[in-house]
């Protein structure tokens, strides 16, 4: 964390912007920053991108206005009161969040439900053994950065990394080459639509996954149409989806949020992922109306069935 009072005056935001009220009044100070290490260390960026080549962000502590954000009811059944907060709170405007990939995002977050709660956060586990739940306390500032893949190991398997930051792979059984992009905010808020739509038709969780590998492929043998791309998708042999999966997990960028854990039920020592339900941003005694917190908590758990699913898998 440091003191901000050099950058002001220094930066180009709007007068009408709502960070900078924050300094104008009778009663100013200056709202706190801090530095969060991005997993990606700004490789997978294109040139052109501000975090292209940066390996970390600055953010500001979260205010009252943004607890506010939080829990604005209209925003939060679009589903978009965390993306607002998280946007608010980047210093440097010309990062849009939608644009920032995944394992960054999570990054950010960890480190905003820090400076804003501190980094204890106790909720309900279930114990992957026995199957008791029970309250554990996780200490947040054991999340660390997983180092980025290295690129010298990706070419024994046929994959190349663009200079745009994307991914060439060339596939076993139908021989294409698929382009491979990383997913980025933006992806992550429409696959969350689409599981939250396909849980209220009662569809299977399957066309997600396929949704998921689709926006994964920016192009198929040079060829970009989405069209085409989603109709070679849905032939795609398995070996080939299989391969375009593995390659995804070892080159995403992650925040590792595995944490040891001993169960007091059946004393059985595990390591458990921080579970990012609604008290992860919302602890209980911040939020005390019911029905908001169960949007709240649908909310969250939404981006961690994405998040999961994009995990190492000895990770989950
Ligand atoms: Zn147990």
Known sequence: MRNNLDRLGLDNRKPQDDNSAVSTSALSFVVPTEIVEL????????????LHGKDTLEIRYMTAKDEDTLTNQSLLKKGLALEKVLQDIIIDKSILLDDVLIGDKNAIIVAARKSAYGA???????????????????????CSVTEPVDLSTLEEQDVKMTEWGTFLISLPVSKLVVELKLLT?????????????AQQNKKEIDSVLSTQLRMMIKSINAVSDNKLIAEAVSMLPARDSIKIRHIYKLIAPTLDLSHDFQCRSCQEETRLEVPFTADFFWPKWAIPTTGLWTILHSKVSWRMVIYRSLQPSNRT
């Open 185 to 197: 905010s933006k992806d992550e808020t429409f696959l969350a639509k689409k599981i939250r739509e």
């Open 120 to 142: 204890e956060y106790e909720t309900k586990v279930t114990c992957p053994s026995c199957g008791k739940v029970q309250q554990h306390l996780f200490d947040l500032n054991e």
């Open 39 to 50: 997993p990606s260390k700004g490789m997978f960026y294109p040139p052109e991108h501000p």
